[in-house]
């Protein structure tokens, strides 16, 4: 298994063009992510995250993660990789990175 990092500025893109066959997740705390995520973004804290991902994501989807650092993300990463999800990828800087590319952010 190896840890995919996704190009932010190609994700955005694929976002703006409207192509929806993947899925954001955002592993940061409800209230950080409620203050402003990626647009689009779903709110999966780690510790909910492998639960969640397997009653709602299918194993095939591509899945793109973001969170308070790297090594949170390289877990959440691993976590999902052991349990069968085949394209996981890290949003490398997460929302900070996410908006020096000009990406579109939600929240409060």
Not at 76 to 102: M, Q, R
């Amino acid at each position: 298994m190896s840890n995919l990092v996704a190009d932010v500025n190609d994700l955005r893109l694929r976002l703006e063009w409207g192509q929806p066959a993947f899925t954001i997740i955002d592993l940061r705390d409800r209230f950080t992510y409620n203050h402003g995520h990626i647009t689009g973004a779903i709110s999966l804290p780690l510790n909910d995250l492998l639960a969640r991902a397997k009653s709602s994501l299918h194993p095939e989807r591509e899945i793109y993660i973001y969170g308070d650092n790297d090594t949170q993300v390289t877990t959440a990463v691993k976590i999902l990789e052991y349990a069968g999800f085949k394209n996981v990828s890290e949003i490398p800087g997460g929302v900070t990175a996410w908006k020096t590319f000009g990406g579109a952010t939600e929240g409060i």
